[in-house]
């Protein structure tokens, strides 16, 4: 079984699986290193990146993600305003510390190589590392996969059967959403305290809402920052960051009475996508390209629902988790794989479910409005502009917290009755992003990444 752990992760932007995911790659490659006893016989190190990686890494920040993690950082731990200056160092010659241990010459322009056309067959976003000794003889090769939300898998756990068997040790096991539900109803207990319960089997449940209650000040942090960072987002289209006036005209006209409150929840969301595309510090949820839907409508409850507080923060992102797993578990959160559907289309799915869940929804209700929102995400391409996780993303991440709220009351007016079940939906999403063409997974060549990307006539 996953966790809500997994789910959440406190992390640097632009992107889970293209940031996220090459940082951890890299780092438990020179972890290995090090592991095997040979990190000090290492002359040389090359990485290459295949496919999606390659085609959209310049504008996903993949190049520094894979670099910095040699010397053993993680997303959660480096300072992001320390990466760009430590790339300069390295490109003017600097050593490269490797796993933060070890110096070799390293040049970022010559040992990382994209290859923009050519895919690994397992994946979309592959990357294959190697070390070499002084004689040119190699040491250690491995090839990673960057299987979105941040997670990465080595070639060998790729390959290895999915046996589809639930972990013994938790008392919770679930495959789907109709084991869920029904475990739920058998024992009497809400998503949220289903999570939690599998949660205690690892943790303490004192420390589970500690970390809970961190990951949601992170988010909240993330809103907050949004608003303060005037200027653009980086690359090629100098992007205007829109948050920091967008904050101030919508708080005047909310003095004046005039602000439709719905507005709020966009705002957020663009506050902190925005922040996600300029590499700052936000939390993976359960993506980085859609990282402001659930900070968002977390950010909603706590501003314009009565009563809310720390409990109903924690139940509200353990119900987000339990709908987050079951499309991870059935399906996949990655743009690479089945477009913007499973980025954005699953944070909303969560958000809804989750935002439906604190207001007192039924097991029925909360699974009816996860269903809604992915059912209207069904077949939503990944066609970043530039490679960049900024345009459709960060207006799309707000246009989905609204409609995740909304979505939450529209289910809590019915009562959770439905022909499509959520299962029914995560199959379709998985399927039809399957049969969605290449160039709307995140390569950035078809969708509006090419009509942009094209002069006007
Ligand atoms: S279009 Fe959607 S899936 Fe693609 S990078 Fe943007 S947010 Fe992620």
């Not at 990146?49 to 993680?74: C, W």
């Not at 720390?310 to 987000?320: C, H, K, N, Q, S």
Request: glycine letters at 10%; a negative charge; proline letters at 4%.
């Amino acid at each position: 079984m996953l966790s809500v752990f997994d789910l959440f992760k406190i992390g640097i932007g632009p992107s889970s699986s293209h940031t996220v995911g090459p940082m951890l790659a890299s780092k438990a490659f020179a972890d290995l290193l090090l592991e095997q006893g040979v990190l000090d016989q290492v002359q040389r190190i090359k990485v290459n990146l295949y496919g999606s990686l390659a085609l959209t890494g310049e504008g996903h920040g993949t190049v520094a993600a894979a670099v910095l993690g040699l010397e053993g950082n993680t997303p959660r731990g480096i300072d992001p305003e320390s990466i760009a200056p430590r790339m300069q160092a390295l490109r003017a010659s600097e050593p490269l510390h490797l796993a933060g241990k070890f110096d070799i010459a390293f040049d970022p322009d010559r040992d990382v190589e994209l290859h923009k056309h050519l895919f690994l067959p397992q994946h979309a976003n592959g990357m294959r590392i190697y070390a070499f000794a002084a004689d040119g003889h190699e040491l250690l090769r491995e090839t990673y996969f960057s299987v979105g939300g941040g997670f990465i898998l080595t070639e060998a756990q790729l390959a290895a059967p999915q046996t589809g068997q639930s972990d013994d040790d938790i008392p919770y096991s679930f495959c789907n959403s109709a084991e869920l539900m029904a475990l739920c109803r058998e024992h009497g207990k809400t998503m949220a305290q289903l999570v939690l319960a599998n949660e205690c089997t690892k943790l303490d449940e004192v420390e589970i809402r500690r970390r809970l209650l961190e990951i949601a000040a992170v988010m909240q942090g993330s809103v907050a920052r949004g608003y303060q960072h005037e200027g653009r987002l980086p690359g090629p289209f100098a992007v205007k960051r829109r948050a920091p006036a967008l904050y101030q005209r919508l708080l005047a006209m909310h003095m004046e009475g005039r602000a439709d409150v719905m507005l709020w929840p966009t705002l957020y969301a663009i506050a902190v996508s925005e922040e996600n595309a300029s590499g700052g510090r936000i939390v993976t949820a359960p993506t980085n390209g859609a990282a402001g839907i659930i900070p968002a409508v977390l950010q909603y409850y706590r501003d314009f629902t009565p009563g809310a507080n720390d409990e109903g923060i924690v139940d509200f992102l353990l119900t987000a988790a339990a709908i987050g797993m079951l499309y991870k578990m059935n399906a996949s959160i990655s743009g690479a794989e089945v477009g913007c559907q499973g980025e954005v289309g699953v944070a909303c799915s969560m958000a809804a479910g989750a935002y439906c869940a604190v207001l007192g929804g039924t097991l029925a209700q909360v699974e009816n409005a996860a269903e809604i929102a992915m059912e209207h995400h069904l077949g939503l391409t990944c066609d970043p502009v530039g490679g960049q996780v900024q345009v459709p993303c960060v207006e799309r991440n707000g246009v989905a917290a609204e409609k995740a709220i909304k979505i939450a009351q529209l289910a809590l007016l019915e009562d959770g009755q439905h022909l499509v079940s959520l299962d029914k939906v995560i199959e379709t999403m998985y399927r039809t992003g399957l049969d969605m063409k290449n160039s709307y997974k995140e390569t950035s060549l078809g969708g509006l990444a090419l009509t942009v990307a094209q002069p006007e006539c």
